[in-house]
Nanobody, 123 residues
């Protein structure tokens, strides 16, 4: 059984930074493409970023390019999302997800999900 647990969310002022972590347990994280998604009230879940199982491939939604950086440390079975220059519109519940396959932005393709961590950006 693969489990994902996110941490690192919180309240931050606009322009600030947060670093989210996603710990994969049950099997080695190196087996999985891992992605971050977010969802805010009244909106559909949105892809944010992904990283391939070996860390070579990354992908970002346009609105976070240049501000967010995804990385992984397979020795620690952990995937990170460094979020800089946060904006009010980044406020959401951020969830990590994993799949044993090629990188894809489609949330429907991910088999394993964490519970999410709240990120709130204030003015």
């Amino acid at each position: 059984q693969v489990q994902l647990v996110e941490s690192g969310g919180g309240l931050v002022q606009a322009g600030g930074s947060l670093k989210l972590s996603c710990v994969v347990s049950g099997r080695s994280s190196s087996r999985y493409t891992t992605a971050w998604f977010r969802q805010s009230p009244g909106k559909e879940r949105e892809f944010v970023a992904l990283i391939s199982l070996n860390g070579v491939t990354t992908d970002y939604i346009d609105s976070v390019k240049g501000r967010f950086a995804i990385s992984r440390d397979n020795a620690k079975n952990t995937v990170y999302l460094q979020m800089n220059a946060l904006k009010l519109e980044d406020t959401a519940v951020y969830s990590c997800a994993a799949r044993a396959g090629w990188p894809t932005r489609s949330g429907y393709s991910y088999n394993y999900w964490g519970q999410g961590t709240q990120v709130t950006v204030s003015s």
